[in-house]
């Protein structure tokens, strides 16, 4: 399986998020919205516990991550970072609800040499991470918006 950026072999969508925190779960609601319709591409659902995420990201050659951020954007903001080219900015990912922050499993999967390849961020501004709360209505209109993009960043279409 190629993305169309031409890299061959294994492509995954790393969906990062805690499904009852909120604005947390967008990640997971990118996986919904993705469901089947990237063919043979992983789609990968994660609370976001570093080494889970380090270990997901082993063997990948194209890796596509999405998770909340809390960065002082607005609600539903979304974001693209090419973090195989560079560091993901650590503010708006270190104050993670997942603890240890997906900036610093990044640079750790770096030093370890587990990067893939090609490795992209689509971080989604969050406002409410409390327990039990519903996807925020901007970040739910933010979550469609990054699935249509992933689509046609990685199939082309």
Same mark, same amino acid.
């Given at each position: 399986?190629?993305? *169309?950026?031409?890299?061959?072999? =294994?492509?995954?969508?790393?969906?990062?998020?805690?499904?009852?925190?909120?604005?947390?779960?967008?990640?997971?609601?990118?996986?919904?919205?993705?469901?089947?319709?990237?063919?043979?591409?992983?789609?990968?659902?994660?609370?976001?516990?570093?080494? =889970?995420?380090?270990? *997901?990201?082993?063997?990948?050659?194209?890796?596509?991550?999405?998770?909340?951020?809390?960065?002082?954007?607005?609600?539903?903001?979304?974001? *693209?970072?090419?973090?195989?080219?560079?560091?993901?900015?650590?503010?708006?990912?270190?104050?993670?609800?997942?603890?240890?922050?997906?900036?610093?499993?990044?640079?750790?999967?770096?030093?370890?040499?587990?990067?893939?390849?090609?490795?992209?961020?689509?971080?989604?501004?969050?406002?409410?991470?409390?327990?039990?709360?519903?996807?925020?209505?901007?970040?739910?209109?933010?979550?469609?918006?990054?699935?249509?993009?992933?689509?046609?960043?990685?199939?082309?279409?």
């Amino acid at each position: 399986m190629a993305d *169309r950026a031409g890299e061959g072999g =294994r492509v995954i969508v790393l969906c990062v998020g805690n499904p009852q925190r909120g604005d947390d779960a967008a990640g997971r609601g990118v996986a919904e919205a993705l469901g089947a319709s990237l063919g043979e591409v992983e789609i990968i659902e994660e609370e976001g516990e570093a080494t =889970r995420l380090l270990a *997901r990201l082993e063997g990948a050659d194209a890796a596509y991550i999405v998770d909340a951020s809390v960065s002082g954007a607005s609600v539903g903001d979304i974001r *693209r970072f090419d973090v195989s080219a560079g560091q993901l900015p650590p503010a708006g990912f270190a104050a993670s609800t997942h603890g240890f922050g997906l900036a610093e499993a990044l640079e750790l999967a770096r030093s370890l040499c587990l990067m893939p390849q090609r490795c992209v961020v689509y971080a989604i501004e969050g406002g409410t991470f409390d327990i039990g709360a519903p996807l925020s209505p901007a970040v739910a209109a933010a979550v469609g918006i990054v699935a249509d993009r992933l689509r046609v960043e990685i199939l082309g279409k």
